[in-house]
Each structure stands twice: as structure tokens, then as C-alpha cells.
């Protein structure tokens, strides 16, 4: 099953367990927030929105906010000595597809639980040795 949200402007087609970045959401790390602005929901019979599909959401996880890379906006009038250098960085908000749901229905998954760091610890041969 897939469907096609629009968020920030633009559409995006996703699957479940699909990671992608968009414009800024509100929303803190590790929460489960639900779109629904919903245009498409596709599988053996698709469901196509007049504009949007009424009563289906997509449930993301919102996994980091972080910015974008840097774009420089640079104009050059030649021989007029005139230069504009001007540089922005876009606020992206990375998601995690968690499942698409149709029918009002409430999100059945919650976040996943992050991984623990695993700590090396010094060769026991080494410290013999030494």
C-alpha cells in the first residue's frame, strides 16, 4: 500500500518504513504526529482525493530537525562593479513513515524505541601484554 501527501508544497510518494525529509513540521523528536492532506492512497483499488481523500491520514514518526545545505544566492552585474551575495539554509524536518491509514482511524504503532550505543571494551590480551 502507498499513498501521495503533500506537505510544505510539495507531494511525496510513500510506503511504509519510507525515511525522507521535508520542509520544518512542529513537532518534538520521537513523536508520532498524522498528515492529512492525503491526495492518493494506492493499492488493489486506489482511492484518488477530490483534492484530498476524506478520512485517510498518514502517521509519520518525526525522527530529527536538522538544516539543510547552505545555498548561495549570488548576483554579478558586469562592469557595473555591482555584486549581491546572499546564502540561506532550509530547516528540514527528517520523518519515518510509521502507516497509512484510511477510515478516521487512530495510529496503531507507536515510535520505535532508539538503539542503545554499544560500548567497546579494552581487549583483556592487551592489557596482559602491557
Known sequence: MFAV????????????????????????????????????????????????????SVAVEVLDHKRGPKVIAFKKRRRKNSRRKRGYRDE????????????????TKGPRPKREKVVKEPAKEEADAA
Request: glycine share 14%; charged share 20%; hydrophobic share 40%.
Open 5 to 56: 501527501i503533500k506537505t510544505g508544497g510539495r507531494q511525496y510518494r510513500v510506503v511504509p518504513d519510507d525515511v525522507l525529509e521535508v520542509g520544518k513540521i512542529e513537532g518534538e523528536v520521537g513523536t508520532i504526529i498524522q498528515l492529512t492532506e492525503v491526495l492518493v492512497v494506492g493499492g488493489d483499488t486506489p482511492i484518488l482525493g477530490l483534492p484530498t481523500v476524506a478520512g485517510a
Open 92 to 107: 528540514i524536518t527528517v520523518l519515518r513513515i510509521s502507516e497509512i491509514l484510511t477510515d478516521n482511524a487512530k495510529p
